[in-house]
Nanobody, 127 residues
Framework: QVQLVESGGGLVQAGGSLRLSCAASERAFSSYPMGWFRQAPGKEREFVAAMDWSGGVTYYADSVKGRFTISRDNVKITVYLQMNSLKPTDTAVYYC????????????????????WGQGTQVTVSL
């Protein structure tokens, strides 16, 4: 089981930026599709962004499209979420997750395919 550890969360004012990181414990991570999800207080977890194992195919939730960018460095076995133009509605715990299928590339991954999860990092956006 790949272990994932998120970092980079914090408190930021509206309009600001943060970059989240998700470090994996095993080299195998570099062959898995990866995604970011978030869960705000009192709400269900929701999809944010995902990418295939190579980083060549990405897709985003409509709510973050144009503001957030997912990327990965397979040498550092780390995936990133660059978040710009943050809004108070982006406040949530952010989780990274992996689809445990090597070299799998698709335009879309159902949430149920993400079976390995990190512990999350808190992002708070103030007015």
């Amino acid at each position: 089981q790949v272990q994932l550890v998120e970092s980079g969360g914090g408190l930021v004012q509206a309009g600001g930026s943060l970059r989240l990181s998700c470090a994996a414990s095993e080299r195998a991570f570099s062959s898995y599709p990866m995604g970011w999800f978030r869960q705000a207080p009192g709400k269900e977890r929701e999809f944010v962004a995902a990418m295939d194992w190579s980083g060549g195919v990405t897709y985003y939730a409509d709510s973050v499209k144009g503001r957030f960018t997912i990327s990965r460095d397979n040498v550092k076995i780390t995936v990133y979420l660059q978040m710009n133009s943050l809004k108070p509605t982006d406040t949530a715990v952010y989780y990274c997750a992996a689809v445990m299928r090597k070299y799998y590339s698709a335009k879309y991954y159902p949430d149920t395919q993400f079976t390995s999860w990190g512990q999350g990092t808190q992002v708070t956006v103030s007015l």
